[in-house]
C-alpha cells in the first residue's frame, strides 16, 4: 500500500505571495499523480493531473512539478478565492487511489 | 458538461444497510470507470472503491472491504454503492466521482456530495 504524505499540515500566507505545496509518496508513482482543491462545504475540484498538467479552467498561477516520489504544488500568487485544502492522489499504482492527508491554505 | 446527481443519503443504525446511487449525465460513461470516495466530518479524503468502465474491475479500500459492494448500469448512466454492516465510522459525505479512464486515473469530475450518518 502506497502512503501519501503532505507538508505541511497548514499554510499561511498572505494574498499575493508565492505558497508551495509538498507531497510525497512512499513508492514510485512515475507522474501519475493528481491534485484536487476543496473548499468548505465543497466538493473537491481537479486542479493538476500527470503532475504537472493544468485541467481545463485552472488559472496559470497554479503549477505542479516533480515525479518517482516527490511532488509540489505552487500558487505563484495567492489569491483570495485560493483559501482552501489541497490534497494529492496517486493512481500509479493501483489497487489504491489514496489521498494525502491535505494542506490548509490559511490567511496569514 | 458532464454532472453528478447522488442520491440515497440518510441516517440508518449501526448494522444496518443503504445503498447509494450516482446518476452520471453529459458524458457516455460506458467509457469511464467511476469511484466513490468519502469525507468523514472534519477530516479528509478517503477513497472508498472503484469499478472500471464495463464493470469487471472493482476494488475497495481495506475499511470497506467485505461490507460494501460497487456497481453500475451503464443503460441507466448509474452507479451505485451497497454499503452493508454499517458503522459509527462509515458517517461521511460520500462523493461520486468520475474516473478520467476507462478504469484507473484521477477524478476529473465530482458530485456534490451526500450525507450518510450511522448512529443509533
Known amino acids: 500500500e502506497i502512503v501519501m504524505t503532505q507538508s505541511p499540515a497548514t499554510l499561511s500566507v498572505s494574498p499575493g505571495e508565492r505558497a508551495t505545496l509538498s507531497c510525497r509518496t512512499s513508492?514510485?508513482?512515475?507522474?501519475?499523480l493528481a491534485w484536487y482543491q476543496q473548499k468548505p462545504g465543497q466538493a473537491p475540484r481537479l486542479l493538476i493531473y500527470d503532475a504537472s498538467t493544468r485541467a481545463t479552467g485552472v488559472p496559470v498561477r497554479f503549477s505542479g512539478s516533480g515525479s518517482g516520489t516527490e511532488f509540489t504544488l505552487t500558487i505563484s500568487s495567492l489569491q483570495s478565492e485560493d483559501f482552501a485544502i489541497y490534497y494529492c492522489?496517486?493512481?500509479?499504482?493501483?489497487?489504491?487511489?489514496?489521498f494525502g492527508q491535505g494542506t490548509k491554505v490559511d490567511l496569514k | 458538461e458532464v454532472q453528478i446527481l447522488e442520491s440515497g443519503g440518510d441516517l440508518v443504525q449501526p448494522g444496518g444497510s443503504l445503498r447509494l446511487s450516482c446518476t452520471v449525465s453529459?458524458?457516455?460513461?460506458?467509457?469511464?470507470?467511476m469511484s466513490w470516495v468519502r469525507q468523514a466530518p472534519g477530516k479528509g479524503l478517503e477513497w472508498v472503491s472503484i469499478?472500471?468502465?464495463?464493470?469487471?474491475?472493482?476494488y475497495y479500500a481495506d475499511s470497506v472491504k467485505g461490507r460494501f459492494t460497487i456497481s453500475r448500469d451503464n443503460s441507466k448512466s448509474t452507479v451505485l454503492l451497497q454499503m452493508n454492516s454499517l458503522r459509527g465510522e462509515d458517517t461521511a459525505v460520500y462523493f461520486c466521482?468520475?474516473?478520467?479512464?476507462?478504469?484507473?486515473?484521477?477524478?476529473?469530475?465530482w458530485g456534490q456530495g451526500m450525507l450518510v450518518i450511522v448512529s443509533s
Open positions: 469499478i472500471s468502465a464495463g464493470g469487471s474491475r472493482t
Open positions: 513508492q514510485n508513482v512515475n507522474n501519475n
Open positions: 492522489q496517486q493512481y500509479n499504482n493501483w489497487p489504491w487511489w489514496p
Open positions: 453529459g458524458v457516455a460513461l460506458t467509457t469511464y470507470g
Open positions: 466521482a468520475k474516473v478520467n479512464d476507462r478504469w484507473s486515473g484521477y477524478f476529473d469530475h
